[in-house]
């Protein structure tokens, strides 16, 4: 089973954001100790964006990384910029789904460089149906593991994902079917086994 979100950022009223927001009760931005004016409006229309977006967003960056710490600075600084940038952003929703992707796999490659990857083993016999797909998910390419989870988690098109993931539609469809592929063999392996 997923875990339950739990982003570091949050729109408590009167809390402030690690970028030094204070949130009101509404959810509109009182004020901004980073320079610049608060925009009431923009602060308010994120703030619902968090609401109804935010723990499916934690819950898909982390089915890609499989990492907390990774997923609650990228969902957190996705929003933290999207706010930063204002009225330059067009479509917010589209941009925090972007960015917190893009977030979590630089952080992903930087981590990997110093690094060695952990055994990403696990015993999915005493694991339930979804934990041992998420168990299994880990043992696929990143760029697989990202196409199957905005795929068939988030429900985005190929044009989304490959808008997403910065890469060509046909890139996407190669990613999807080797990763259903690949994902099909590894559970099927595990059930022989």
Partial sequence: MLPEASPGWNLMPSR???????????????????????IEDKAGDL???????????????FAYCQNRAITDDAVAEA???CLRRGDE??????WVWTAAFRLAAGELKERSRYSPL???????RDVDDAGRVLATLRRLPRNQRAALVL????????????????????TVRVH???GRRRLRALLEEEDEG
């Fill in 16 to 38: 402030l954001s690690p970028t030094g927001t204070r949130w009101g009760r509404s959810g509109a931005l009182i004020e901004r100790r980073c320079g610049g004016p608060a």
């Fill in 118 to 124: 952990a055994d990403t083993r696990v015993d999915t």
């Fill in 151 to 170: 795929r068939f988690y988030v429900g985005y098109g190929t044009d989304e994902i490959a808008r997403l993931l910065g890469s060509s539609r046909a």
């Fill in 47 to 61: 703030g619902d964006l968090y609401e109804r977006e935010g723990a499916r967003l934690w819950r898909a960056v």
């Fill in 89 to 94: 952003v067009r479509d917010p929703r589209a």
């Fill in 79 to 81: 929003f933290a910029q």
């Fill in 176 to 178: 999807l079917s080797r």
